[in-house]
């Protein structure tokens, strides 16, 4: 092979190669083999529109005319192969006509290289989902580099893959795995992929050539599904298994409010024997789920979490992460960022507390890692006992008890040892930060990053500027966060912040109901059939009854409008240590696999209890925008939806509000204030708004 055609295997852009570059696509001869290299301009990941497949299309009719043996695809993006398509074509469509249109314009082009006559190969590193993997199951063979991933994660924006996608992994592994893949929106690594048959080679990218060489010359078998996976989409097993995949996924995504999981159930079901009737019924099936409301709102979200996720771009040069505090909230953060590859040392008096961080990292790591991959994770998270890992730390997180006067202890202890160019970072919930900030020589190192719990599942973190935080050390926080995976949203250093001063109206209202005498399942229903992933009882245990009070004491004291009064109950159980979920007791009580055991639900909630539980945290939404907490309503609605799981399929609480009427909303409040009291006086926010 040439010395262009080795410099143009590698994923980096490319430059000096004796390709011949389009807009989008590079074509590079190589013999009678053709290379098309996928490199959308001025983007740093692939995705597919219409100038893309356009181009591609163009491509092909040189390849059907040109005498070449074989055609490989690749891509020379860093980021991989491709993400699938670019969703912002997908906004603004008009009527079901032009959008069947775009749908069968862009399958042409995916069905060209299924139909091509000479060998096809996709060889794929990094990112190879959505779009890009129904390119790649069109070609004859997929060599994955080791680091290649693959999924189709379209349900998460309210669909299913609409090139050909769905059929063509049904019939190419087995159609059960195959549809867990559509159905969970999952990825699978490249050995893993191998292991289900999408995947004909794994190599690394020294022996991509030779891998290439292999599936052209006959010399790599395809992996078949088995008979027994083969019978599985002969009809009577389709309606059996069919039948299966509703009721969990019912467990899991409520026909109620997600149409992409039950589309995608009805398509396999009634297609899921012929190739060709499911490519067809797929372009139908997709067009007909495109318009609608929940798939537009949550194409939405898609876009609120690219925005919070441009808030922490760039790197911020933390390698080495110092937790003060191994409670629930230090060990997840501790280890959240030990499995993305940060060295973290975390710093604890209690040696047993250090024994059960060490414990749930090991099992944190062992769901997401294995082989080397684990041990590495395993050797980077380092308990820390006397707390010597400040003296080499980048940054320093405290997660100690929610106590300024311990705070401020461990601050002047921490101050003494750290790097002069370190910052000092608490993940304090509901404390002042101006207040933490007093008695510290250097305050304008000194940051708000408020994690939630827990931490592997909500991607939110707040990164909070208190009066005297420097830009650099700000800046320092909001990119560590990007670093590590996780939504970072700047708020205003103020009581509660955003979420936890949203969320306490709502979890206050439902103990108040506990308190009424109401059925705290029937609470939980309520807000379940709004479309939370939980209800505020159980949200409350999954946070820790000892938080929620100490928030609520903290929002009592300090906000200027009323909150839901406090149960003596919540005090007497603190006391008692029942905690929720951490202790096995709370409000409800938790078997062995942690889930609460929860009665029946005795009769069913109704539409006002909704909105006495929902409407407060709305209004406390709408007073966090009005008092520049947040910067905007759409920064709002992402750090409510990533934050706390807000019923992702409305938009967000704004999204919502202004779906059902700014007007109707105050006037609900209003309402509900003549009924209950002040503490649901509307917030002035939605008369402008209503303007």
């Not at 190669?17 to 807009?23: A, F, K, N, S």
């Not at 990941?45 to 040109?66: Q, S, W």
């Not at 940060?342 to 047993?352: K, N, Q």
């Not at 961080?357 to 991959?373: N, Q, T």
Request: hydrophobic fraction near 40%.
């Amino acid at each position: 092979m040439t010395k262009s055609a080795k410099e143009f295997l590698s994923p980096t852009p490319l430059t000096g190669t004796t390709g011949i570059r389009g807009t989008h696509w590079i074509k590079h001869e190589d013999g009678k083999r053709l290379w098309l290299v996928l490199d959308r301009q001025d983007v740093a990941v692939n995705t597919f529109n219409e100038p893309v497949f356009r181009e591609l299309d163009a491509l092909l009719d040189e390849v059907e005319g040109g005498g070449w043996e074989a055609v490989i695809f690749r891509s020379a993006k860093q980021s991989g192969f491709a993400a699938g398509a670019d969703l912002n074509q997908f906004k603004g469509l008009k009527g079901n006509d032009e959008i069947k249109a775009k749908i069968e314009e862009a399958n042409a082009v995916v069905d060209r290289v299924a139909a091509l006559d000479i060998p096809t190969v996709c060889v794929a590193h990094g990112i190879c989902v959505g779009g890009g993997l129904e390119l790649a199951l069109a070609c004859d063979f997929i060599v994955a580099r080791e680091d290649a991933s693959f999924g189709f994660p379209e349900v998460l924006v309210g669909l299913h893959p609409g090139l050909g996608g769905t059929a063509r992994l049904t019939h190419r592994i087995a159609p059960v795995e195959a549809m867990k893949m559509m159905l969970t929106g999952k990825t699978k690594k490249a050995k893993k992929a191998k292991r289900l048959g999408i995947v004909d080679l794994v190599v690394p990218e020294r022996d991509i050539s030779n891998a290439v060489n292999a599936v052209l010359t006959g010399k790599v078998e395809r992996k078949s599904p088995g008979a027994m996976a083969g019978a599985m989409n002969f009809y009577p097993a389709r309606v059996a298994i069919a039948r299966q995949m509703r009721a969990e996924t019912e467990k899991q995504a409520p026909s109620e409010h997600y149409d992409s999981p039950y589309a995608l159930i009805d398509l396999w079901e009634d297609h899921g024997g012929s190739l060709d009737d499911m490519l067809a019924a797929e372009r139908e099936s997709f067009a007909n789920l495109l318009p609608t409301e929940t798939t537009q709102n949550l194409i939405r979200v898609f876009f609120l979490r690219e925005r919070l996720k441009a808030n922490g771009k760039g790197k911020s040069g933390v390698e080495h992460l110092h937790v003060v505090g191994a409670g629930t909230m230090g060990a997840e953060i501790g280890a959240w960022a030990a499995l993305q590859g940060m060295t973290v040392t975390i710093a604890d008096p209690s040696r047993e507390a250090l024994g059960k961080a060490m414990k749930s990292a090991s099992k944190l790591f062992e769901r997401k890692l294995d082989g080397p991959e684990l041990l590495a994770a395993r050797d980077r998270f380092i308990p820390d006992p006397k707390g010597d890992g400040v003296v080499s730390a980048d940054l320093i997180i405290e997660a100690a008890p929610e106590r300024v006067d311990l705070k401020h202890k461990i601050y002047a202890g921490l101050e003494a040892k750290m790097k002069p160019d370190a910052v000092l970072a608490t993940n304090t919930s509901s404390l002042d930060l101006n207040e933490l900030a007093k008695g510290l020589k250097n305050p304008e190192r000194f940051v708000g990053i408020h994690f939630f719990n827990p931490v592997s599942r909500l991607e939110l973190v707040e990164v909070v500027k208190q009066d005297k935080s420097s830009d650099a050390a700000y800046e320092t926080a909001l990119k560590f966060v990007g670093d590590i995976s996780r939504q970072p949203l700047p708020v205003k250093a103020s009581p509660g912040f955003l979420v936890n001063r949203a969320l306490m109206p709502y979890l206050g209202e439902a103990l108040l109901m506990i308190d009424e005498g109401e059925q705290q399942e029937r609470i939980d229903a309520a807000a379940e059939d709004f479309g939370m992933p939980m209800g505020p009882v159980e949200l409350a245990d999954q946070v820790g009854l000892d938080i929620c009070l100490a928030v609520a004491e903290s929002l009592a004291r300090d906000l200027d409008r009323p909150m839901p009064e406090i149960p003596q109950w919540l005090r007497d159980k603190v006391a008692a240590g029942e905690l929720g979920r951490k202790t096995g007791k709370g409000l409800y009580d938790y078997g062995w696999d942690g889930k609460p055991k929860k009665d029946k639900v005795k009769q069913a909630p109704t539409e006002a209890m909704r909105d006495r539980l929902v409407l407060p945290l709305l209004d406390a939404v709408a007073r966090c925008i009005d008092g520049g907490i947040v910067a905007d309503a759409d920064s709002a609605d992402a750090a409510m939806i990533f934050g706390t799981g807000f019923a992702p399929f409305r938009g967000g609480p704004i999204h919502y509000a202004r779906s059902r009427g700014f007007t109707d909303v105050r006037q609900t409040l209003a309402a509900l204030a003549d009924e209950y009291g002040e503490r649901f006086e509307p917030s002035a926010w939605w008369r402008k708004a209503e303007g």
